[in-house]
């Protein structure tokens, strides 16, 4: 670290100044309104905002929000540790009365929520209420076999570690996943565990060179090369170093945030985190999602999907006695609980309401 002598804090001062006109933008609070999204108005830190397209704004946004989690945050959590839940989703969450009953019997002071929603949905009433009031970020439309989905998970990073110092695991979630377990268990599991990731990191799967390719044969070189590119579910629990570092990169994230030429094999989601991971802090990351998910029967990349007529203790208890799948190393030994699965139905959220209180939130 410098110590700072007069000079160099006016000129961190003169440096900051467009920052913190910003910063007071989004700060204490970067969670916009409960409605559809609109574009942030930091117009006053640029030149000519009348002459610049939407996505011209949104990119400078963007920006601007990275810069500010990198220069702005402490990697090193103060207490006390806070879950990061962020859910990453293009529409209103069908589970959220589950993830509901799953916060209220839940410290306040232990979690924080955020949530990455299209902009473009044709959202009817409030689309998040109760918990998930006010907790929508500044997002961008996401598709599949793009990056956006990357750079959306990497915006509810940059906010979660923004808004609050204390959030020290940065959990991500999809609209059809729900809990394994109570909250207090999955707070011990997640924060009590040695202040590890966890995030799958597969090396030599199959198919691994088609998706290293999908930008062009050699576009992810030389920052990138194949043997150093990895595979991993899209859901991960990072800890706060771990977020602070994906915040602040810009090497690998100007590689991956390249359109496929090769849609099949282009999902940069699952590829990204593992690779940057597993570059940089191997050591920090236990390699395996504690997100159950079943790919026996998948259907056009996606996962099975348990209907309502399926869900009960039963299935609950079998998804519980799954082991994860680790990456390098095999997991040391190591049988870590699935705290979330995915996915499920729409209509599969009575027969879990049913049974949350008696099976899922039991432990
Ligand atoms: C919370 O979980 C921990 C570890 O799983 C356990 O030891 C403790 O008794 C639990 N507390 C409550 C109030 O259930
Ligand atoms: C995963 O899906 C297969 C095929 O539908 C099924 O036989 C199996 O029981 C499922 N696993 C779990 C844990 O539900």
Redesign the pocket.
Known sequence: MLSPNPLSLLCALLLCLPLAIFFTSIHPTPIILNKPMPIPKSTSILKHPNKKSQEEIQDQHDELLFELATTHTNPKPIRPNKIAFMFLTTKPLPFAPQWESYFNQTPKNLFNIYIHADPTFPYNNPPFSGVFFNRVIVSKPTKRFSPTLVAAARRLLAHALIHDPSNSIFVLLSPSCIPLHSFNFTYHALLCSGGKSFIEILAHEVGSYDRWAARGPHAMMPEVKHEEFRIGSQFWALTRQHAWLVVSDRVLWRKFNVPCMRLDTCYPEENYFPTLLNMWDPEGCVAATLT?V?W??SVDGHP?T?EAWEVGPN?IR??RL?IPRYGKGNGDGRSDPFLFARKFAVDALQPLMTIAHDVIFRD
């Open positions: 159950h079943n026996t029967g099975r348990y299935l079998r998804m799954g």
